[in-house]
């Protein structure tokens, strides 16, 4: 909360000469993670955007975050590895765009709403999480007046409402299970909301230009489909089995974990999608790591009493754990595929796995289910010298650094001893 503001002072130096690339760039690159704007509707956002400048409208806002995303994307660089005196890609761009923000923040519309998703995703690819929720619960806001009243939403925007929302509610859960913010209340709709369907294509647009892109869904909807396995495992084990619950055994934890890994495999066949460059990895790390969650408490409980390992089913339900927790670890390098969206998140989740890890690693029946001791203490090398190389692009991730080191730091002395 105490971190400076972002600085827009030198940034405003636009240049619309050359953005074709940045356009495809986008709808290649940065959209199939959010899904959120429609191909068949740029041309004519950004006619009126030119009418009017780029100084007014949520058109002009739309088209000014996309060219930040796409040049964001275009480099294929992730942020972490641009110098820390060089303004990040597509801060001129964002600039621009965040100063129409404040006319849009009273406009309870649709494109509204979509505009705060997009900054709200430059936020994430900038690494700046609580300005990202800021931005969100704004969007929340809007969304739960316009679908209180479905009729105040045109036709024309009942697709884009739907993605819209889903972008609102995956993003501000992967805040929500990380800081400890005021839920926004969005995940009231959850239930009754429609999957997203394709955008209707719009074969006689002005001027008969061509979509800059095509509008794919498939990440987009596994994405969805483990998000909300993500929140049913938050309320069955985290909030009710494993925390209010006076009576909780190993015996209550495993049809709950055993039907909620049943449901993840049923959700999450990665192989099966279309081969991608970037999200098909990055869909197996976020698979691993829901099942890391799912079984994690079965760790835990090993970790309290090492008698429980005894008792039937739980060395399994351990195994699933800990080989989860080193597939996600096993190769950095795949996780910089999905920093533009998820760096932040991704940060995070290396560091809680690690820290499962490590203590697996320090007791005698746990570690005799993780790969030979050499091979682990690689893994945690390599995942402490990458949080290093993160630390300095927010706070949090400097501190998860901080943590993750002193932790192997005590471990390799406990093991020593």
Known sequence: MSRPPLDFGSHYSLDFSNITPYVHSFFDRVNVWYAVVNPHVWHSHYRTAISRGFRSGAESCICLLVLALGQAGHYGQSISRIPHNSPPAGMSYFAAAWSLLPNLITRNEILSAQCHVLAAAYMMYLVRPLEA???????????????????????????????????ALMIESDLLAELDLPHSGVVQFEESMRLPRSFPYESSTPGGDESPGNDELWYFLAEIAL??????????IYSYTYKRSSSFSIASLEPVAAELDYQLTQCSHAKDYPPATKPKPVLRLRYFACRTIIFRPYIQAVLADENVANEHGVQEACRKCLEACVRQLECISAHHDGHLP??????????????????????????????????????????????????????????????VREAEERRQMWMKR
Do not use: F
């Open 133 to 167: 929720w800021n931005l969100l619960y704004n969007t929340s806001m809007k969304l739960q007046l316009l679908l209180s009243s479905p009729e105040n939403i045109p036709v024309q925007h009942k697709e884009l409402s739907e993605r819209v929302y889903w972008n």
């Open 342 to 403: 998820y760096l932040w998140q991704g940060a995070l989740s290396i560091m809680s796995q690690s820290l499962l890890v490590m203590s697996a690693t320090l007791n005698n029946t746990l570690a005799a289910l993780l790969p030979p001791a050499h091979q682990m203490n690689a893994i945690i090398a390599e995942v402490v010298n990458e949080l290093d190389r993160l630390a300095h692009l927010a706070p949090s991730i400097q501190l998860c650094a901080e943590m």
């Open 227 to 236: 998000r909300r396995l993500l929140n049913r495992v938050s309320h069955l």
